[in-house]
């Protein structure tokens, strides 16, 4: 009984030494990221040609008594 202790010592240390020990991988941090700021306003571009003038339309017709509602039909009545 005199050896116990340093018998279980020496197994403990037999024991860790025998693990596996897993490789280390240092990931290097990722690179900060380029915000593009867009800087002060240039001088303002000539002025561009004027745009052509488009057909006239036709004036719409009175309604005269020709005016429809539509009434949304009621709901079904409900069946507990």
């Known amino acids: 009984m005199k050896y116990a202790i340093s018998i279980a010592a020496a197994l403990a240390s037999i024991s860790i030494v025998g693990c596996d020990k897993p490789t280390v991988v240092n990931v290097p941090p990722p690179q900060p990221t380029t915000v593009v700021v867009p800087g002060p306003a240039g001088p303002p571009g000539e002025v561009g040609a004027a745009g052509r003038e488009g057909q006239k339309g036709e004036p719409g017709k009175n309604a ?17």
Not at 64 to 80: E, H, K, M, Q, W
């Open 64 to 80: 005269d008594g020709t005016t429809i509602v539509v009434v949304p039909a009621p709901p079904p009545p409900r069946s507990n």
